[in-house]
């Protein structure tokens, strides 16, 4: 047994001289030196110049300095803060720190659509009657709170938790309370009496159905027992099936994840004092696997979420935890060295180095996939939600606007000079060969077999469509059919017309220029992807979009935004770099790039919406294009920051202050409060009833009342409110009508401006 004791200890010796860049193990040490080589090469960050320079934390331009590097560290993406650092594409702090957490995306995608797929597939083999019956209403005794609605897919989530004693105790004290362990519970009636009762109810079917779950859960343990002996060098004990009665026989229990009601769960995630396990289930609203697969359990207890519609996300807990832990784990190793933390945040600043530290505690936790945790805030995520469909499902311009991905595709591939400066010409061909590829099924699948970054992309291109799509997961309905077919089309688009041609753009570039290393074209082509698209995995966020609540309300619709911030702040680090000793080129490049990505891109979305003026109009009074271009420009620039966005906004339609697309719900109530008063004052009048006859008019009076009823239901409402003023135009033979108006919605000046 000594002996064991000691090789198990040697074994962790090794482990912890190791950390992982890219997909090698590599000696500690030698990292340690390549991350500190990197950071050697870089000035002191500015605002440590400015510290140094007083005895205290004082001063105009520190303070200055300081809020600027808070803000800026709040808008950064991690991969593009990292690829800063190292200042070229796939250096070491990015193959060091994003790329193994990237890697852990790609095999949680895989292994949570294997389960998703299999958890579908066991519940459509349920008799459709059965499946029906999951909302219904059962008698449950005095299982719960007096007057409480329980209904039979309560009932199986309930038989879910009692596989083993583990859960079975959690659920106990979780729902009912438990003073020795100091946890407050739900409120409910409860004890295994009751539940036994409770679960008498069930049919055949439905104990096949919970069989089947924990067959299938038990199958992770394996990954869970490796992770624990990487931990501690030993397995873990096996926390036992219980055997459960019911009147069809004895029943083999299992295992299945704690899903805790985080309306009451949830405490803080402490990087700095925690080791990888530790910190991987710090988030106690998250399943924590080594206290329900193993008997070395915290004692910790919740309210249990016995939502029925969730039970493929069950799993997603655990897989996070099977996926991530080596990445956290590597993480950690890295950030929590003394000197190299000590040297990051001389270099770069401790507002930047405290973000890449809070982006990893984010990714432990699983922070961005948790659920809202209070009324408030699930009430406003819902709005959110239904926001988001209401105003990009089926929306013409959200569609036709996605193609516009290639242009900073383009200036990605221009901008990057590892693989030799090439002309536009060259680009344009290579994306001209990539759109002509995304047609043909043999290179998308090429493309989806080798990159897992495009496997998972169309559920991450964006974080709201994202979010909508995880919401209405293992949801069925008519109004969850449309709004997951509307956000699905979104994806599609974006896919096939922008990302598989960028992609295949960048791939083949690489593959020219290094023949025979396939894997880091992948890696490239990926990161091409991601850092001139918007992305909307967890891992893709900037501190600013992993903000929950009323705050989200800020960044919604941002994505894009947020890809275009960090591209057009590496034009600007790249311009102040070069313009001492190369002026002129510097500023051709800084130039060319501003006019590609902003003015071209103010022109491109112009002409989608059918709002470009006239370049010299008639009436002087009215904007030609040079000004329409300047002034969206720099609207397109200013929206890269959230609120100085809606301000700039407001400024580009002429009417102020905007509240943002967070506010439009709020605005469509007040808009359909004041309609509605009109109406009334208007009834009884005669003048108002002829103008009934205008259609126009009549779908204008009531858009407000549409978009208020698309941000309550989540269904499409912006575009319907288009196509009824086309229509409405139609019907009042208005000048110039055409049938894209009732794609568009009519204009009076751009039904003009055809002629």
Same mark, same amino acid.
Do not use: C
């Given at each position: 047994?000594?002996?064991?004791?000691?090789?198990?200890?040697?074994?962790?010796?090794?482990?912890?001289?190791?950390?992982?860049?890219?997909?090698?193990?590599?000696?500690?040490?030698?990292?340690?030196?390549?991350?500190?080589?990197?950071?050697?090469?870089?000035?002191?960050?500015?605002?440590?110049?400015?510290?140094?320079?007083?005895?205290?934390?004082?001063?105009?331009?520190?303070g200055?300095?300081?809020? /600027?590097?808070q @803000?800026?560290?709040?808008?950064? &993406?991690?991969?593009?803060?990292? $690829? *800063? %650092?190292?200042?070229?594409?796939? +250096?070491?702090?990015?193959?060091?720190?994003?790329?193994?957490?990237?890697?852990?995306?790609?095999?949680?995608?895989?292994?949570?659509?294997?389960?998703?797929?299999?958890?579908?597939?066991?519940?459509?083999?349920?008799?459709?009657?059965?499946?029906?019956?999951?909302?219904?209403?059962?008698?449950?005794?005095?299982?719960?709170?007096?007057?409480m609605?329980?209904?039979?897919?309560?009932?199986?989530?309930?038989?879910?938790?009692?596989?083993?004693?583990?859960?079975?105790?959690?659920?106990?004290?979780?729902?009912?309370?438990?003073?020795?362990?100091?946890?407050?519970?739900?409120?409910?009636?409860?004890?295994?009496?009751?539940?036994d009762?409770?679960?008498?109810?069930?049919?055949?079917?439905?104990?096949?159905? /919970?069989?089947? @779950?924990?067959?299938?859960?038990? &199958?992770?343990?394996?990954?869970v $027992? *490796? %992770?624990?002996?990487?931990?501690? +060098?030993?397995?873990?004990?096996?926390?036992?099936?219980?055997?459960?009665?019911?009147?069809?026989?004895?029943?083999?229990?299992?295992?299945?994840?704690?899903m805790?009601?985080?309306?009451?769960?949830?405490?803080?995630?402490?990087?700095?004092?925690?080791?990888?396990?530790?910190?991987?289930q710090?988030?106690?609203?998250?399943?924590?696997?080594n206290?329900?697969?193993?008997?070395?359990?915290?004692?910790?207890?919740?309210?249990v979420?016995?939502?029925?519609?969730?039970?493929a996300?069950?799993?997603?807990?655990?897989?996070?935890?099977?996926?991530?832990?080596?990445?956290?784990?590597?993480?950690?190793?890295?950030?929590?060295?003394?000197?190299?933390?000590?040297?990051?945040?001389?270099?770069?600043?401790?507002?930047?180095?405290?973000?890449i530290?809070?982006?990893?505690?984010?990714?432990?936790s699983?922070?961005?996939?948790?659920?809202?945790?209070d009324?408030?805030?699930?009430?406003?995520?819902?709005?959110?939600?239904?926001?988001?469909?209401?105003?990009?499902?089926?929306?013409?311009?959200t569609?036709?606007?996605?193609?516009?991905?290639?242009?900073?595709?383009?200036?990605?591939?221009?901008?990057?000079?590892?693989?030799?400066?090439?002309?536009?010409?060259?680009?344009?061909?290579?994306?001209?060969?990539?759109?002509?590829?995304?047609?043909?099924?043999?290179?998308?699948?090429?493309?989806?077999?080798?990159?897992?970054?495009?496997?998972?992309?169309?559920?991450?291109?964006?974080?709201?469509?994202?979010?909508?799509?995880?919401?209405?997961?293992?949801?069925e309905?008519?109004?969850?059919?449309?709004?997951?077919?509307?956000?699905?089309?979104i994806?599609?688009?974006?896919?096939?017309?922008?990302?598989?041609?960028?992609?295949?753009?960048?791939?083949?570039?690489?593959?020219?220029?290094?023949?025979?290393?396939?894997?880091?074209?992948?890696?490239?082509?990926?990161?091409?992807v991601?850092?001139?698209?918007?992305?909307?995995?967890?891992?893709?966020?900037?501190?600013?979009?992993?903000?929950?609540?009323?705050?989200?309300?800020?960044?919604?619709?941002?994505?894009?935004?947020?890809?275009?911030?960090?591209v057009?702040?590496?034009?600007?680090?790249?311009?102040?770099?070069?313009?001492?000793?190369?002026?002129v080129?510097?500023?051709?490049?800084?130039?060319?790039?501003?006019?590609?990505?902003?003015?071209?891109?103010?022109?491109?979305?112009?002409?989608?919406?059918?709002?470009?003026?006239?370049?010299?109009?008639?009436?002087?009074?009215?904007?030609?294009?040079?000004?329409?271009?300047?002034k969206?420009?720099?609207?397109?620039?200013?929206?890269?920051?959230?609120?100085?966005?809606?301000?700039?906004?407001?400024?580009?339609?002429?009417?102020?202050?905007?509240?943002?697309?967070?506010?439009?719900?709020?605005?469509?109530?007040?808009?359909?409060?004041k309609?509605?008063?009109?109406i009334?004052?208007?009834?009884?009048?005669?003048?108002?009833?002829?103008?009934?006859?205008d259609y126009?008019?009549?779908a204008?009076?009531?858009?407000?009342?549409v978009?208020l009823?698309?941000?309550?239901t989540?269904?499409?409402?912006?575009?319907?409110?288009?196509?009824?003023?086309?229509?409405?135009a139609?019907?009042?033979?208005?000048?110039?009508?055409?049938?894209?108006?009732l794609?568009?919605?009519?204009?009076?000046?751009?039904?003009?401006?055809?002629?």
């Amino acid at each position: 047994q000594l002996h064991e004791t000691i090789k198990r200890y040697e074994k962790q010796g090794r482990a912890a001289k190791k950390i992982r860049v890219g997909a090698e193990e590599q000696d500690r040490a030698l990292v340690k030196a390549e991350l500190l080589s990197a950071l050697a090469g870089r000035d002191t960050a500015a605002v440590n110049r400015l510290r140094g320079k007083a005895a205290s934390a004082e001063g105009v331009f520190y303070g200055a300095a300081s809020v /600027v590097a808070q @803000v800026d560290a709040q808008l950064l &993406k991690v991969e593009a803060l990292l $690829e *800063a %650092i190292d200042g070229k594409p796939l +250096g070491v702090w990015h193959q060091a720190i994003y790329e193994p957490f990237n890697q852990a995306a790609t095999q949680k995608y895989d292994l949570q659509a294997e389960v998703s797929q299999l958890i579908g597939e066991l519940i459509e083999a349920l008799p459709k009657e059965v499946r029906r019956n999951f909302g219904k209403r059962v008698d449950a005794g005095t299982l719960g709170r007096p007057g409480m609605k329980i209904t039979r897919g309560n009932l199986i989530m309930l038989a879910l938790n009692v596989g083993n004693e583990s859960n079975l105790d959690k659920l106990i004290r979780g729902m009912g309370g438990d003073a020795e362990t100091n946890v407050k519970g739900a409120g409910w009636n409860i004890n295994e009496q009751l539940i036994d009762t409770a679960l008498e109810q069930l049919t055949q079917e439905e104990w096949n159905l /919970v069989q089947a @779950v924990w067959q299938h859960a038990e &199958k992770l343990y394996p990954a869970v $027992e *490796a %992770i624990y002996r990487r931990e501690h +060098g030993i397995s873990p004990d096996r926390v036992e099936p219980r055997t459960i009665k019911t009147k069809f026989g004895d029943i083999k229990g299992g295992y299945f994840p704690m899903m805790y009601d985080r309306t009451i769960a949830g405490v803080s995630t402490d990087l700095s004092q925690k080791t990888a396990m530790e910190l991987m289930q710090a988030e106690v609203g998250r399943a924590t696997v080594n206290s329900s697969m193993t008997k070395a359990r915290t004692g910790y207890a919740a309210p249990v979420d016995l939502d029925i519609s969730r039970l493929a996300l069950g799993m997603d807990n655990t897989i996070h935890f099977i996926t991530h832990y080596e990445a956290v784990r590597n993480a950690n190793k890295i950030l929590g060295d003394k000197d190299v933390r000590a040297e990051l945040e001389q270099k770069i600043g401790p507002a930047y180095a405290d973000q890449i530290v809070k982006w990893v505690a984010a990714l432990a936790s699983n922070g961005n996939d948790s659920p809202p945790v209070d009324i408030i805030q699930k009430g406003m995520q819902s709005l959110y939600n239904n926001t988001t469909v209401a105003v990009l499902g089926f929306s013409y311009s959200t569609l036709a606007m996605q193609t516009l991905g290639l242009i900073n595709g383009q200036d990605r591939l221009l901008a990057d000079k590892n693989y030799g400066p090439v002309s536009i010409a060259v680009v344009q061909k290579d994306i001209a060969a990539g759109v002509a590829a995304a047609a043909k099924p043999q290179h998308v699948q090429f493309v989806m077999e080798v990159s897992g970054e495009m496997r998972s992309r169309r559920k991450s291109m964006d974080r709201e469509v994202a979010q909508v799509l995880k919401n209405i997961a293992g949801k069925e309905g008519k109004v969850t059919a449309a709004q997951r077919f509307s956000m699905e089309a979104i994806a599609q688009v974006q896919f096939y017309t922008v990302d598989i041609p960028v992609w295949t753009a960048a791939y083949n570039r690489a593959l020219k220029a290094e023949p025979g290393d396939t894997n880091k074209a992948v890696k490239y082509a990926d990161r091409v992807v991601r850092l001139s698209q918007s992305a909307g995995g967890l891992k893709d966020l900037a501190a600013i979009q992993r903000h929950k609540g009323i705050v989200k309300g800020l960044t919604m619709f941002y994505s894009f935004f947020s890809a275009l911030y960090a591209v057009l702040r590496g034009a600007g680090v790249e311009f102040s770099e070069n313009v001492r000793s190369k002026p002129v080129a510097a500023t051709t490049r800084a130039a060319t790039r501003l006019f590609v990505l902003l003015a071209l891109q103010s022109v491109a979305t112009g002409l989608v919406r059918g709002e470009l003026p006239e370049m010299e109009p008639e009436n002087e009074d009215e904007e030609n294009m040079l000004q329409y271009i300047l002034k969206e420009s720099a609207a397109t620039a200013l929206g890269t920051i959230p609120v100085v966005r809606d301000i700039a906004a407001g400024w580009a339609s002429g009417y102020g202050y905007n509240g943002g697309a967070g506010t439009i719900a709020f605005e469509a109530v007040d808009r359909s409060l004041k309609g509605l008063e009109k109406i009334v004052n208007e009834l009884g009048e005669e003048e108002a009833v002829a103008a009934e006859a205008d259609y126009e008019a009549l779908a204008r009076k009531y858009a407000p009342f549409v978009l208020l009823g698309g941000a309550l239901t989540g269904l499409p409402a912006v575009q319907a409110n288009r196509t009824l003023d086309g229509l409405g135009a139609y019907y009042d033979d208005a000048d110039d009508w055409n049938w894209t108006d009732l794609v568009r919605g009519y204009d009076p000046k751009r039904a003009a401006r055809r002629e």
